[in-house]
């Protein structure tokens, strides 16, 4: 292989995804009262890697807390709590992570959210919400649950679905590719 060759593979390299994903909570409509979370999450698939964003206006907040703590919409011990209106939250574990927003009868209306985060590679397997039906007072909950399926399914993109790109991993292979080509080319 020449040097342009060489430069062509570097290139190519350094242009190469990750496969995690960027979740907008509640596409357009963000992080507000009057969204269906369950809606939105329904059929997504949520694996370690991922991040959700949460974009919202001053007067909300959101916290990442206990699944008891998610049932009861207290904040009291709050994993972690934002009011900055633009929240990204890596999802760094598998299980159910659960948010809410803190503001006073904000959760008990509908702003709550849970996501079934499968381990990295698995493929996840759909995810499985909670969240308050909307006009039904507190107390109701309307659950929905997608189970992982037997066989193989093939994942369409959302619009709240984006490929970002790791800064690491291109870095890696540009640093593979550019050694080979010196010692091979």
């Known amino acids: 292989m020449g040097k342009s060759g060489a430069g062509i593979l570097f290139f190519m390299c ?9 979740h907008t909570v509640g596409d357009s409509a963000g992080w507000a009262l009057s969204v269906n979370y369950g809606t939105w999450a329904k059929g997504k698939t949520f694996n370690v890697g991922d991040s959700i964003v949460f974009n919202y206006p001053s007067g909300h907040t959101v916290d990442e807390v206990s699944s008891s703590d998610y049932e009861a919409c207290t904040t009291g011990n709050s994993i972690i709590s934002d009011s900055s209106g633009a929240t990204t939250i890596p999802l760094k574990t598998a299980g159910t992570h659960y948010f809410i927003c803190g ?12 996501v079934a985060v499968a381990a990295a590679g698995g493929g996840g397997g759909g995810g499985s919400t909670t969240t308050p039906s909307p006009g039904s007072g507190t107390g109701s909950t309307t659950s929905t649950t997608n189970p992982k399926p037997d066989t193989t399914t093939t994942t369409t993109s959302h619009p709240s679905a984006s490929v970002t790109l790791s ?5 890696l292979i540009c640093g593979v590719v550019t050694i080979f080509s010196y010692f091979v080319i």
């Not at 350094?14 to 960027?22: E, N, S």
């Open 167 to 171: 800064p690491f991993i291109p870095l």
């Open 14 to 22: 350094c242009v190469v995804p990750t496969l995690a994903t960027v």
């Open 103 to 114: 503001v006073m009868g904000h959760c008990s209306g509908g702003m709550k959210l849970s």
